[in-house]
């Protein structure tokens, strides 16, 4: 099956997959479907809940392709996207009322790197694990998710609450520092720009560069790049790097560009949905935006479908959930290959 033919076939089954799960739900179809689309499209505020929904969808989703593409299966998105964020508000709570707080673009950019640095530093450690004491990626990185949620608790309720000691929260950012929105009734800022350029920088690495090549081949086979001089071991922490990176990069933007400050309910399982975001763009960093997008959308049209029904954003998590058990056969028949049958013998 073309690859061109894996894409119709699923953007048809994504829209079945929604029909029957309104279905389901005993919910009107044509007045769902109107009311999730009015929701995420019908203005220029459900533009911004699409846009501000699909962004940290969109840099964990491509989190997980890098690390999936070279074999490392990743399930740590969520935590590497905490630290990320917390990195970030270490980083305001030394330097704020310094130079950081009046230094404009200049501070925004120190501090989404930093929130990078701390997401791959956090994806680092497992994948050090794998590599040097053989532990499966799947369960530390699933681990370091709960100690990332204890560190978040303990530093709001501890070293990085607010200076009045009141509530569980750090300190709210400079508007200086905050990223630069363009309409000041929308809460789209340029983080949204920001995630489009990494998605055709992650493109232009992983099928236009050498260390992108030998990246998938790591992932397709370690023993045929084993054979042509490409050290495995290096090339899964480069990769484990990188998508820790993008995903402690989403909580920079996440932080940096809409909330101003971290609380306890800082995660809202972005890092987790970017698996079956990525999933469904069949791993490809340009087919992403366009899994990103729609459920994004789904998120921000199912806020308005829940001002009128009990469904809420429940049905995204069902959605995806179908969506990806529907990916995972369709794979599963494209890739299989008819069984040879032995030759008769005379």
Not at 41 to 60: E, N, V, Y
Not at 168 to 187: G, H, I, N, S, V
Not at 201 to 211: D, E, I, M, Q, R
Not at 312 to 327: D, E, H, K, P, R
């Amino acid at each position: 099956m073309s690859r061109a033919t894996r894409a119709t076939v699923t953007v048809i089954g994504l829209v079945l997959v929604l029909v029957l799960t309104l279905l389901a739900f005993r919910l009107p179809v044509f007045d769902s479907l109107k009311l999730i689309a009015e929701g995420a499209f019908g203005d220029k505020f459900g533009l911004s809940r699409t846009a501000i929904k699909t962004t940290p969808l969109l840099l964990t989703g491509l989190g997980m392709v890098v690390a999936w593409r070279a074999g490392m299966y990743n399930i740590g998105g969520e935590g590497q996207f905490i630290v990320g964020g917390l990195s970030g508000a270490w980083l305001a709570k030394s330097l704020i009322g310094g130079p950081l707080a009046t230094a404009g673009p200049a501070g925004q950019i120190l501090l989404l790197v930093v929130c990078a640095l701390g997401g791959a530093a956090w994806a680092w450690l497992a994948g050090w694990l794998f590599v040097k004491r053989g532990v499966e990626v799947v369960i530390s990185t699933i681990l370091l998710n709960f100690i990332a949620l204890q560190l978040l608790s303990w530093a709001v309720n501890g070293p990085l609450q607010e200076a009045k000691r009141q509530l569980p929260l750090t300190d709210p950012l400079p508007e200086a520092l905050m990223l630069a929105k363009f309409d000041r009734q929308m809460d789209v800022h340029s983080g949204v720009l920001l995630a489009l350029l990494v998605a055709v920088g992650v493109y232009v690495y992983l099928f236009l560069t050498k260390g992108g090549f030998q990246l998938r081949l790591v992932g397709e086979n370690p023993k045929v790049a084993r054979s042509y001089h490409i050290n495995p071991d290096r090339t899964h922490l480069r990769a484990m790097l990188i998508s820790g990176a993008l995903c402690g990069l989403a909580g920079g933007v996440e932080y940096v560009g809409l909330s101003g400050q971290l609380g306890s309910g800082f995660s809202q399982q972005w890092g987790f949905l970017g698996i079956p975001v990525a999933l469904l763009g069949g791993l490809h960093p340009l087919l992403v935006v366009l899994s990103a997008t729609y459920f994004g959308a789904l998120f921000a049209g199912s806020e308005n479908l829940a001002r009128f029904t009990t469904a809420g954003t429940t049905l995204i998590y069902v959605i995806q959930a179908a969506a990806v058990l529907g990916f995972v056969g369709l794979n599963a028949l494209a890739d299989r290959r008819p069984a040879i049958k032995p030759e008769a013998t005379g």
